[in-house]
């Protein structure tokens, strides 16, 4: 049998870097799997300072059940040129002059099979945006992980409101 | 409050399977394999069950197109443990996937045979995936599924009543197999509104429904001239 002899310092140096390495590969499998990690640091603040409206890039909630995001083209229209000196604005700009649309992670997501409106809840409804999403509209930087709205908050303000709360009305 | 229902005009059927292949097309259901037939696991919530009537030489061939029929008497709803199977207020069977736990009562209970459990991850050949319907959820195993009229298109037309700010009138909702079928066979309404054609036609002398003797009350009617030997 071989047998490999280490010194005590050999032994301390080699445990301290599989802790570190340990350490570092949870981080990254947190990055990688945990959060949510915008491709950009979209900052809603700074546009709805400019008097920008959610329609402007959020573009279908007003006709349909979905609100929409935004594509470059949306974004062009103004940053064409860079506006200030930030690093995501450069960024930006890169996926700009690349043409390569922005892959933005899904904050809000239901399930395959609930139906859910903004039309409804927004247009016909007359809910504000911000009772179901809070100041994401206007916070200088996105949320960090993807934020469930619970079938309990659905129900009651179904109930408060008085609308159905026939399973079938949302699981369609 | 309506009361949701179908008419199928016998007659009228040529056993073509365009309403087979709407409903597949309308509600994600993926192709069956040989395999999957012979082991009687095909999914199909529009299914149309061939009849030979008379005696030899004298045979006819008689084709029976068969969606769910949300009894008003559900005998699937009688044995779900977990609620996942009701019946709603406007009388359309519901399935809620998400609540359903998979333990087959209810298609055994089914006196039409018209309940599907899912054996299988549906799949779709690789050219078909941006094709699905983005309005219907795709089951996932081991869950139970069945026609629901396309309720998922009652949602959408009375929403958009509702942003044209009226009523919603005959025709606005309608199942895929009734907007398909070329014959225009199969005729949907509201049952209770006496002025609608179903209304009519499930009271007319041509009208009958399947296994009606079981006491199911179906909201599916058949229309056919004379005797029904099916």
């Known amino acids: 049998m071989v047998k490999i002899k280490i010194s005590r310092n050999q032994f301390l140096v080699l445990l301290g870097c599989t802790l570190v390495f340990v350490i570092v590969l949870i981080v990254v499998l947190r990055i990688v799997w945990g959060g949510v990690r915008q491709p950009i640091a979209f900052n809603h603040q700074i546009h709805a300072a400019n008097d920008l409206e959610c329609l402007d890039c959020h573009p279908y909630y007003e006709e349909q059940a979905s609100s929409g995001r935004p594509t470059l083209e949306t974004c062009i229209t103004c940053h064409e040129e860079p506006l200030g000196e930030s690093n995501a604005e450069r960024k930006l700009i890169e996926y700009i002059n690349s043409k390569e649309e922005i892959k933005w992670e899904r904050l809000y997501d239901v399930p395959e099979d609930v139906y859910f409106s903004h039309r409804r809840h927004v247009v016909l409804g007359n809910i504000e945006c911000s009772t179901c999403h809070g100041d994401i509209g206007e916070s200088p930087r996105p949320p960090s992980k993807p934020i469930k709205i619970k079938m309990k908050k659905c129900m009651k303000c179904h109930e408060e409101k008085e609308v159905d709360n026939d399973c079938i009305a949302c699981h369609i | ?230």
Not at chain 2, 38 to 58: A, F, Q, T
Not at chain 2, 105 to 130: D, R
Not at chain 2, 202 to 230: I, S
């Open chain 2, 1 to 230: 409050m309506p009361r949701w229902g179908m008419v199928i005009d016998l007659d009228k059927c040529t056993g073509c399977q365009a309403c087979v292949i709407a409903c597949k097309a309308e509600n994600n259901i993926p192709f069956s394999s040989p395999k999957e037939a012979r082991l009687k696991r095909i999914i199909s919530w529009m299914s149309v069950l061939p009849v030979m009537e008379g005696e030899y030489p004298d045979l006819r061939e008689r084709f029976i197109p068969r969606p769910c029929m949300h009894c008003d008497n559900p005998p699937c709803v009688k044995v779900c443990p977990v609620g996942a199977t009701y019946k709603n207020r406007e009388g359309l069977v519901a399935q809620v996937y998400t609540q359903c736990i998979g333990c087959r009562y209810c298609t055994n209970n089914c006196p039409y045979t018209l309940k599907y459990f899912n054996w299988y991850t549906p799949e779709w050949p690789k050219e078909m995936e941006n094709y699905l319907n983005p309005d219907v959820p795709i089951r996932s195993k081991g869950v139970v599924e069945k026609c629901t009229f396309c309720h998922h298109r009652l949602q959408k037309a009375r929403e958009k009543a509702r942003a044209e700010n009226r009523r919603l009138k005959e025709g606005d909702y309608v199942p895929a197999c009734v907007q398909t079928c070329p014959t225009e066979a199969i005729y949907f309404g509201d049952l209770d509104d006496p002025h609608s054609l179903v209304a009519k036609l499930a009271r007319g002398p041509r009208a009958f429904r399947l296994l009606e003797e079981l006491g199911t009350e179906p909201k599916v009617y058949y229309l056919t001239e004379g005797e029904w030997h099916g």
